[in-house]
């Protein structure tokens, strides 16, 4: 493929067996200093919650950290679940590192939480795995979600039921505040201090045909769409993303598409540093949080037990792991088959050293140039 997509990270701040949450932290900011002198157009940031084994759970608090520790990548969020925050919160949150490096901020927002109404926007899930075009789409895998965590989770973050159709209502609020235009039900003009004209890009991030798909269309925003954990639907999400765009923020739709990767020198080296990615995945499905990672010697090995396979069988089919030949091939058939304007790529293995040569040897491989553009300025409606 002559015209490929830039490379941009998605990080969770993983930490393994042995390890710290602050060790994960430091090697998160670390990694962030590699991706942006390898040339990776953005380095962004997701939000997990009570997971044993992941220490990003405050991502605006360490973007500030990351911004102050590099010069020009951009940083943002991948996604901020809006539900658990005030619109406000959010965009003062992000005003404050976009306020200190300007120019660089990337504001995502996911939707997430439970809704008074059903959606048929998304239609029925597909009865199993298919392949389109050489990208395999697997089948829909339910989620075992432990009821009193899950719970506790939601009173902790002060969740509340039908949170999620607050949804557009917290994007228009986002919009405004930062263009400074939001007016409060009451009739009185808000400006919110540092934000309110600050150059922060807001991406909405979504797995299915959904609302999240349908309303970055409608308000001409980029749009993120899940490869990685939701491939079933990526295709059907980016599709209706587009069919619903009208220029806004954008003058022609713009997607970025997750996928799971590792790169090693020898798809055996690969084999060994990836043992462990179904046992984290599975305490991810079983409800309990991402474990610490398992270290290889420790972790299972392929051919895998049914049963495992039957709740974790399609990260691993999607996952690209191998040599970076192997890998940049998977790549360049998931950018053509999506449409991807950019890849949005995340790493997970037990030594740090291993997540961050597989991202040079990818960028080596894909032909990442530091020298590209690393906005949407082109893009811009005028």
């Known amino acids: 493929m002559t015209n490929r997509a830039p490379l941009s990270i998605l990080e969770l701040s993983p930490f393994s067996e042995g390890s710290t949450a602050a060790q994960g932290l430091r090697d998160t900011i670390a990694l962030a200093q590699t991706a942006e002198r390898l040339g990776y157009r953005r380095f962004w940031l997701a939000e997990h919650h009570l997971n044993p084994g992941v220490a990003g759970a405050a991502p605006h608090v360490l973007l500030a950290a990351?911004?102050?520790?590099?010069?020009?990548?951009?940083?943002?969020?991948?996604?901020?679940i809006i539900g658990n925050y005030a619109a406000l919160?959010?965009?003062?949150?992000?005003?404050?590192?976009?306020?200190?490096?300007?120019?660089?901020?990337?504001?995502g927002i996911g939707r997430s939480g439970s809704t008074s109404r059903p959606s048929s926007s998304a239609g029925p899930a597909p009865a199993g795995a298919r392949v389109v075009d050489g990208l395999l789409l697997p089948a829909a895998k339910p989620f075992a979600f432990d009821s009193a965590r899950f719970a506790a989770q939601a009173r902790l973050l002060r969740r509340t039921a039908g949170d999620a159709d607050r949804f557009e209502q917290d994007v228009h609020d986002i919009l405004a505040l930062v263009a400074g235009t939001y007016?409060?039900?009451?009739?009185?003009?808000?400006?919110?201090t540092p934000a309110e004209g600050q150059d922060i890009q807001v991406w909405l991030h979504g797995?299915?045909?959904?609302?999240?798909?349908?309303?970055?269309?409608?308000l001409g925003l980029p749009f993120g769409a899940n490869f990685h954990v939701a491939g079933t639907f990526v295709l059907d999400a980016v599709e209706a993303y587009r069919r619903a765009f009208r220029p806004g923020a954008l003058a022609e739709p713009h997607v970025i598409?997750?996928?799971?990767?590792?790169?090693?020198?020898?798809?055996?080296?690969?084999?060994?540093?990836?043992?462990?990615?179904?046992e984290w995945v599975?305490?991810?499905?079983?409800?309990?949080?991402?474990?610490?990672?398992?270290?290889?010697?420790?972790?299972?090995?392929?051919?895998?037990?049914?049963?495992?396979?039957?709740?974790?069988?399609?990260r691993l089919d999607t996952r690209f792991a191998g040599d970076a030949e192997t890998v940049v091939e998977r790549l360049d058939t998931l950018q053509r088959v999506t449409g991807a304007d950019?890849?949005?790529?995340?790493?997970?293995?037990?030594?740090?050293?291993?997540?961050?040569?597989?991202?040079?040897?990818?960028?080596?491989?894909?032909?990442?140039?530091?020298?590209?553009?690393?906005?949407?300025?082109g893009a811009l409606v005028a």
């Open 282 to 314: 599975h305490s991810i499905r079983a409800g309990q949080g991402a474990i610490a990672y398992p270290h290889p010697d420790d972790a299972l090995a392929a051919p895998y037990p049914a049963d495992l396979l039957e709740v974790v069988g399609d």
């Open 257 to 278: 598409v997750s996928a799971d990767v590792l790169v090693a020198d020898t798809a055996a080296d690969a084999e060994r540093i990836g043992r462990g990615y179904a």
């Open 207 to 218: 797995s299915t045909a959904g609302i999240s798909a349908e309303l970055a269309g409608r």
């Open 342 to 377: 950019e890849l949005l790529l995340t790493t997970i293995a037990y030594d740090p050293a291993d997540r961050t040569r597989s991202f040079a040897l990818l960028a080596d491989a894909w032909g990442v140039s530091s020298d590209a553009p690393r906005s949407l300025e």
């Open 183 to 192: 007016v409060a039900p009451e009739g009185v003009p808000i400006h919110a």
């Open 89 to 107: 919160q959010v965009v003062e949150a992000a005003g404050v590192v976009a306020a200190l490096h300007p120019g660089r901020f990337d504001l």
């Open 66 to 80: 990351i911004a102050a520790a590099t010069e020009r990548i951009r940083i943002g969020t991948a996604a901020t």
